[in-house]
């Protein structure tokens, strides 16, 4: 089945501790991305890749970190947490950066930073 | 279940009458638009696309309409039923500004039984 898998679906940490939420997509897709959902401000680009090697900020990137060695993998790491930070975490993948292609999005990781 | 929005507008219909959710787009050079659904604790999902020299495109039970004098599309669901209640968004991607994908807020569809 295609799709997009996050992981972990939630987590609890605390201020400053180093996390990294896992994605993988299994569509060869070249392009993915990292978005946060927070209430009243919809969904805003964290980071994305347009292929291997190749990263760029997104909206909202202070705090965050990704890296994209591998074509099927994109994790995103927060080196140290701040409560702002808690949101709800999406990754997802299309095929390439232009043209008609919809995103396909991960299940959602939920963060909370205490 | 996950809040994905505490301010969005919402949208009440009855179990078997047709919903229409509206969307205003905000880039004139976006040539392809895209409905998603996202349901309680899911990512969401692609429902139907629509490209710019297109007005009207149809799915199973679902119609996209696109006016682009107004940049306005909207999304018809026929016979709704309870698993439409979801948050629905609209999405273009515009040609210019790096492709960058541009959702909307989102509207909130409750489906009574």
């Known amino acids: 089945e295609a799709q997009v898998t996050q992981n972990p679906r939630y987590l609890i940490t605390v201020t400053g501790k180093k996390l990294t939420v896992t994605c993988s997509q299994n569509?060869?897709?070249?392009?993915m991305s990292w978005y946060r959902q927070d209430p009243g401000l919809g969904l805003r680009q964290i980071y994305y890749?347009?292929?291997?090697?190749?990263?760029d900020k997104g909206d909202v990137p202070e705090g965050y970190k990704v890296s994209r060695k591998e074509k099927r993998n994109f994790p995103l790491i927060l080196e140290s947490p701040s409560p702002n930070q808690t949101s709800l975490y999406f990754c997802a993948s299309r095929p390439r950066m232009g043209g008609d292609y919809g995103y396909t999005f991960g299940s959602g990781t939920r963060l909370t930073v205490v | 279940g996950e809040s994905v929005g505490l301010h969005l507008p919402t949208l009440s219909v009855q179990e078997g009458d047709n919903s229409i959710i509206n969307c205003a787009y905000s880039?004139?050079?976006?040539?392809?638009f895209i409905w998603y659904k996202q349901e309680s604790g899911k990512g969401p999902q692609f429902i139907i696309d629509i490209r710019s020299n297109m007005d009207k495109r149809q799915g199973q039970r679902v119609t996209v309409l696109l006016n682009k004098t107004v940049k306005h599309l909207s999304l018809q669901i026929a016979a709704t039923q309870p698993g439409d209640s979801a948050v629905y968004f609209c999405a273009e991607n515009p040609l210019t500004g790096g492709f960058k994908t541009i959702f909307g807020a989102g509207t909130r569809l409750f489906v009574k039984a």
């Open positions: 880039n004139s050079a976006s040539d392809y």
């Open positions: 569509m060869n897709h070249e392009y």
């Open positions: 890749s347009m292929n291997v090697e190749v990263t």
